[in-house]
């Protein structure tokens, strides 16, 4: 059965990248979206087994989208997705319930590694 993953980034390319390495793996991206505050609104009407967080975004951050989905859902499974040197918000993800991290620039076998051991 295919996992749903809802990608959440506020650059269009980098949602578009994300989606493609997911589907060119058997996943199905069923949303996105492009600040902290969709990403929530998303979850709650999607319902997906993964979500891929960017931690820097407008509106709310990913940090803060990813406490709000936890608090509504305590099983929900959320990669964080971060740029490098951002170790303490990472670190700070990973407390709040992040299953996972991964740093920009991907490498897409290393999203995919992230997204099998979480959702399988």
């Known amino acids: 059965?295919?996992?749903?993953?809802?990608?959440?980034?506020?650059?269009?390319?980098?949602?578009m990248m994300i989606k493609d390495i997911l589907t060119k793996n058997g996943y199905t991206v069923v949303g996105e979206a492009e600040n902290g505050l969709k990403a929530?609104?998303?979850?709650a009407?999607?319902?997906?087994?993964?979500?891929?967080?960017?931690?820097?975004?407008?509106?709310?951050?990913g940090i803060q989208a990813l406490k709000k989905i936890k608090e509504g859902d305590a099983s929900a499974s959320v990669i964080m997705c971060s740029a490098m040197g951002q170790q303490a918000m990472v670190i700070e993800s990973i407390q709040s319930g992040a299953k996972d991290f991964i740093v920009k620039p991907f490498q897409a076998d290393r999203v995919i590694e992230a997204v099998k051991k979480v959702v399988g």
């Open 40 to 43: 929530v609104e998303k979850y």
């Open 45 to 61: 009407e999607l319902k997906p087994d993964l979500v891929l967080m960017d931690i820097t975004m407008p509106e709310m951050d």
């Open 1 to 15: 059965m295919a996992k749903n993953i809802l990608v959440c980034d506020d650059a269009a390319f980098m949602r």
